[in-house]
């Protein structure tokens, strides 16, 4: 336990890639850390950090070395959690990557139910794109991961998938509004807010107007599904979602949701997943678990008509 506070002082150290920026989080002073951080090189016989006026940055042998530490910690709060567990204190934290689409309401309505059996375990949400998801479960800051329609990687193990049709989004005024469902051709008279590349949302999109004649008429671009929303309620531009992130007509009556129609295949995979191999924290596991059955149960219930 004593090494891993030692090794977490290295870890922050290359998270903030400044000694005396880890050093103010830590709570500690810069000389102290650089001794720690020394101390811990003379112990690999290799250098970790190279030394500049801009800060410091991880040499080969130092990211090894972090990799190293951060699957030690993962491995450290899974063993932790465990024993918790057999104690029946259910205490722990679930870290999770996920889309953006993710946090209108679905993510917060699960936390919420979760906290309701186990009170004691806490949740760190970050709200990232794709690749950077990726990374995190990679990088062991996250245990789980809900991203749209991620790439394939190896590492990238799927729990569960549910596939999401594209939706349209506009006020409840709009000419379209009330429609059973849209073509993308149906929309290109009419400004469009787009999600910007890093969504998955405008992935699809993208994909299917390459091999079509329709030209939509972007005017609009944001990485806020919440602006893009707040846009479509206030004027005449249409925008796009997957189904899971749309806007609830109870929650938000000022706003028509509509799927696309199959003929335009704008639909992906949503996916539930970790980082292949690693066996998770219970707290964690447990959620995933949770998380698994509401896809399935999704899955089986159409969420539009």
Known sequence: MRHMRIWRYVDEAARFGSLRKAAEHLNITPSALQRRIQDV?????????????????????GESFIRWVRAQSADLERVRSQIEDLSGLRRGQVRIACSQALVSSFLAEEITSFRESFPLVS?????VDQGTALKMLADFEA???IIFSPRRTAEFQPLMTLGQRVVAIMAADHPLAGRPSLRLRDCAPYPIALPDASFGTRNILDKVLAVSSTKLSVELESNSFEMLRNLARMSRVVTFQIEIGAPSPTLEPGLSVIPLSDVDLAHGPLVLGQQKGRTLPVAAAKFAEQISRRLDEMRRTPQLA
Do not use: K, M, P, Y
Not at 41 to 61: H, P
Not at 123 to 127: A, C, D, G, Q
């Open 41 to 61: 090189e003379e112990d690999l016989g290799a250098t970790i950090f190279e030394r500049s006026a801009q800060g410091i940055r991880l040499t080969a042998a």
């Open 143 to 145: 245990d789980i991961a």
């Open 123 to 127: 949740f760190e949400i970050l709200v």
